[in-house]
């Protein structure tokens, strides 16, 4: 498995972005994949995760109605849809397979892509 992460860049505060992560060897169609970040200072924390399907989706209650997860398997690739940002969202995001077909805060993963940064400005 090679994760790509993409998509992180500057937005203000309010705004939206949109991050991407890609498995170039297209092997994650049957595992559940999540998103997790990390703000400097700070240890790395649950943001999102999608079940193999797409059937089911868990948030981290601080962004719970703002972030959208999803994916497309026909395309490889889960997406995080960040709308409404805060200050407190800026971080490096990194997208991780589990090990399973669910993808939980408490689940296990075994594969991480690189991170992708994500700044809100005022």
């Known amino acids: 498995v090679q994760l790509q992460a993409s998509g992180g860049g500057l937005a203000q505060a309010g705004g939206s972005l949109r991050l991407t992560c890609t498995d170039s060897?297209?092997?994650?169609?049957?595992?559940?994949v999540a998103w997790f970040r990390q703000a400097p200072g700070k240890q790395r924390e649950f943001v999102a995760g999608?079940?193999?399907?797409?059937?089911?989706?868990n948030y981290a209650e601080s962004v719970n109605g703002r972030f959208t997860i999803s994916r497309d398997n026909a395309k490889n690739t889960v997406y995080l849809q960040l709308n409404s940002l805060r200050f407190e969202d800026a971080a490096i995001y990194y997208c991780a397979v589990a090990l399973k077909s669910f993808a939980g805060q408490d689940s296990l993963y075994r594969y991480w892509g690189q991170g992708t940064l994500v700044t809100v400005s005022s």
């Open positions: 999608i079940s193999w399907n797409g059937g089911v989706q």
């Open positions: 060897r297209r092997t994650f169609t049957n595992n559940g």
